[in-house]
């Protein structure tokens, strides 16, 4: 049972270039998101999906698109990468709680650690 | 939208002593989760809070929920070098900015 799978684990990109970082769970979790990590900053909600085919924006969705066309994987694209999106990226995913405010533990990937020149 | 706040930012400790973070949100949460995050590492979840007023144990943590639903707090008795780490609480996805203890022996 491999959990959240995250690549790439490191990637250096120049400003302007696009890439995506890949997301898979083999849970059969409904809810995905994406967050950012930086210095003092926590943990910042990029986009999030609580379905396949449903997605919706967070904290901080500015540069970022996602899609969610099947349950397992969520992909997070970056249009045209800047300086300012260096930082470190988790994927996570969990089940719907109780009721629609609540979901149930997350497990997270492992981490990508992006540089942008 | 939902905001969830964490104080302290960063907190020293010499092994042995106590650990308090506190957690608090702009809205009633349904639930509050704790989660731990080693050094180089990604967060792993640690306990569930559900229920108004709610006290959990684990070992030498204890979790609480406040009776309106709003704030929580993790609490470390006799720390460990062991304990040294990032703590987060989340309220449905959103995250506080957590604490990140560093623990002398």
């Known amino acids: 049972n491999a959990g959240v799978t995250q690549t790439p684990k490191f990637q250096v990109l120049k400003t302007g270039q696009s890439m995506t970082l890949q997301c898979a769970q083999d849970?059969?979790?409904?809810?995905m998101s994406w967050y950012r990590q930086d210095p003092g900053m926590g943990l910042r909600l990029i986009h999030y999906?609580?379905?396949?085919?449903?997605?919706d924006q967070g904290e901080v969705p500015n540069g970022y698109n996602v899609s969610r066309s099947t349950t397992e994987d969520f992909p997070l694209r970056l249009l045209s990468a800047a300086p300012s999106q260096t930082s470190v990226y988790f994927c996570?995913?969990?089940?719907?709680?109780?009721?629609?405010?609540?979901?149930?533990?997350?497990?997270f990937g492992q981490g990508t650690r992006l540089t942008v020149v | 939208g939902q905001q969830v706040m964490q104080i302290p930012q960063y907190q020293h400790v010499q092994e042995g002593e106590d650990f308090t973070t506190y957690c608090n949100s702009s809205?009633?949460?349904?639930?509050i989760q704790w989660y731990k995050q080693r050094p180089g590492g990604h967060p792993v979840f640690l306990i569930q809070?559900?229920?108004?007023?709610e006290v959990k144990k684990q070992k030498r943590l204890t979790f609480q929920f406040g009776e309106a639903k709003k704030n929580s707090s993790l609490h470390i008795t006799a720390t460990q070098t062991t304990d040294v780490g990032t703590y987060f609480c989340?309220?449905?996805?959103?995250f506080g900015q957590g604490t990140i203890l560093t623990v002398h022996p």
């Open positions: 996570a995913s969990s089940n719907k709680g109780t009721d629609r405010f609540m979901n149930t533990e997350a497990f």
């Open positions: 849970m059969n979790h409904e809810y």
């Open positions: 999906s609580v379905g396949a085919g449903i997605t």
């Open positions: 809205t009633t949460l349904s639930n």
């Open positions: 809070l559900v229920k108004s007023g």
């Open positions: 989340a309220g449905r996805l959103t």
